[in-house]
């Protein structure tokens, strides 16, 4: 594994554990030349995964950048990068067991759309606020009361 300060390609590993999911192994490093430490995970791939996008351009699937726009949406919230990583483990082993190799966007928005209502629902508006490109202060009323909507059952 090569080192991320000085990208000498002799690391030793010091340390390693499963996640408290079990999903991954996590592994302390330790860089020969340097002696920066830094921390991998070793994850269980059942496939490779390309992601259609609306455009219609296909790009690999990264889990990193769905990590991202989770912490982007979770900013400030009171969870757990245990409940995180959980989150989208569980999201990428649907993907995969899907049986498809080509993913829409729109799908793994919807994934992501339904663990952050399940999580967080102040982060389930900030993403879906991206998601669904929302351009007014009534886009946010509309989608707020839609979901209050969906909790009560649909009733009014």
Known sequence: MRCPFCSNEDTQVKDSRPTEDGAAIRRRRQCDKCGSRFTTFERVQLRDLVVLKRSGRRVPFDRDK???????????????????????????????????????????????????????????????????????????ARFIEEARKKKRGGTD
């Not at 990583?85 to 994934?111: A, D, F, H, Y």
């Not at 209502?117 to 508006?125: F, G, H, I, K, T």
Request: proline share 3%; net charge negative; hydrophobic share 40%.
């Open 66 to 140: 769905l990590a991202r726009s989770l912490a982007i949406a979770l900013r400030k919230r009171p969870i757990e990068q245990d409940q995180i990583e959980q989150m989208i483990s569980g999201i990428v082993r649907k993907l995969e067991s899907q049986g498809e190799s080509e993913i829409t966007s729109e799908i793994i928005g919807g994934m992501v759309m339904e663990a952050l209502a399940q999580l967080d629902p102040v982060a389930y508006v900030r993403y879906a606020s991206v998601y669904q490109d929302f351009q007014e202060t009534s886009d946010f």
